[in-house]
């Protein structure tokens, strides 16, 4: 019988686990950057208008 290679699984589960966080992580970081621009943005607009 072969024996499981449980700790190459429990790896490649940890590393899956790291780059889903990451790949969150930069997700959250555009879209407060494109929050901050907005808001940068918004001011100036309401501005012009009046």
């Known amino acids: ?3 499981s290679h ?3 699984k429990k790896r ?3 590393l899956a686990k790291k780059k889903k ?3 969150k992580r930069q997700r959250k ?3 407060k950057a494109v ?3 907005d ?3 918004s001011p100036d ?3 012009d208008n009046q």
């Open 12 to 14: 490649q589960k940890e």
């Open 29 to 31: 970081q555009e879209n």
């Open 21 to 23: 966080k990451e790949e």
């Open 39 to 41: 808001a940068e943005k």
């Open 6 to 8: 449980y700790q190459f």
């Open 45 to 47: 607009s309401f501005e």
């Open 35 to 37: 929050e901050i621009e």
């Open 1 to 3: 019988m072969a024996k």
